[in-house]
């Protein structure tokens, strides 16, 4: 039997292991996007420090909620009230155990108490299957940031 996934709101003190999920999920969990080049990997992790993930914590306008898996924290995920997912990071060797879908269904949650009805992001080639399973769709051209291919997609949020 699959342990049960549990997510929580992020707190301040929650920081540390944020970052430490995020660099490590871009670096091995996200190769197939950055192809391991040192300049792609610098540019997509170099904001994911502890001293930005604080001000995103003390944010009323962003959420930011943390996946427990065997009590161990396995993956974090952040969206505005805009109705952007900003980013979904789960520690690879954790992958596939539901931690991804948990955060993303927590976000959504978020989004409909905010009064939201559809939910969009930018997605790697790494993440595009997983999202597609999730109900998003690709709804423009794909672009490039940073040396990252950026895949736009959107989800209709159902009504409360």
Same mark, same amino acid.
């Given at each position: 039997m699959q342990a049960s996934v549990h997510t929580c709101k992020a707190t301040p003190a929650d920081a540390g292991i944020i970052s430490r &999920?995020?660099?490590?999920? &871009?670096r091995v969990g996200c190769a197939l996007d950055h192809r391991n080049d040192p300049q792609t990997v610098a540019a997509w992790a170099h904001n994911n420090t502890i001293d930005h993930i604080l001000p995103w914590l003390n944010d009323q306008r962003l959420y930011l909620n943390i996946a427990l898996l065997q009590d161990k924290p396995v993956g974090v995920a952040m969206a505005s009230v805009s109705g952007k997912v900003a980013f979904c990071y789960v520690q690879p060797e954790w992958f596939r155990r539901g931690a991804g879908q948990a955060l993303v269904h927590d976000l959504e949650g978020w989004l409909i108490d905010q009064g939201l009805r559809q939910s969009r992001l930018n997605s790697t080639r790494t993440g595009e299957a997983f999202y597609r399973r999730l109900g998003y769709q690709v709804c423009a051209e794909t672009f490039t940031v940073a040396g990252l291919h950026a895949? @736009?997609?959107?989800?209709?949020? @159902?009504e409360v």
């Open positions: &999920i995020i660099e490590r999920s &871009i895949i @736009p997609m959107h989800k209709a949020l @159902p």
